[in-house]
């Protein structure tokens, strides 16, 4: 139950729906056991954020943008089968500071944008790695003195 959570999820939730009321929701949710988001478990909130989640529409507007920044990035040149690459990528400060998985509506637009700039650019350079530098084979001239002395 209770704990230190960010509700933020939620009220953002109900700022899309007119007329809904907090009370009455978790009042719904929790089978009349509680009318407060703190006394609600984890369970019954994600519950009830993934409905409202869906009656808005929101979680298909996620699944639409995270499905077309994959794209994107795999066009730029992430590779996007290994979900490691995908989060650091995302981690970056330059790209969004933050988990692919953590991306709200807002921060996908965003990435959205900045990898459309990255293809106008030419997509991401591959950073050769050290290894490439290490076996290089590289030539030295020694001179040998004057060969006719011999």
Known sequence: MGG???YARFYCLLKQLPGADKETLVEQY????TTSLREMTV???NAMC???EDHTGRRVQVRKRRSLCLKLMQQSGVDTTDWQRIND???HPRIAGKAFARLNVA???LLQTKLRSIMRKGGLKPNPSRDE????TSFVYIPMGN???S
């Open 50 to 52: 993934m409905s409202l």
């Open 147 to 149: 060969m006719a002395e």
């Open 43 to 45: 369970k019954e909130y």
């Open 30 to 33: 929790t089978n009349g056991r």
């Open 89 to 91: 990528f995302c981690r």
């Open 4 to 6: 230190e959570r960010n």
């Open 133 to 136: 530098h290490s076996n290089a």
């Open 107 to 109: 921060d996908l637009d």
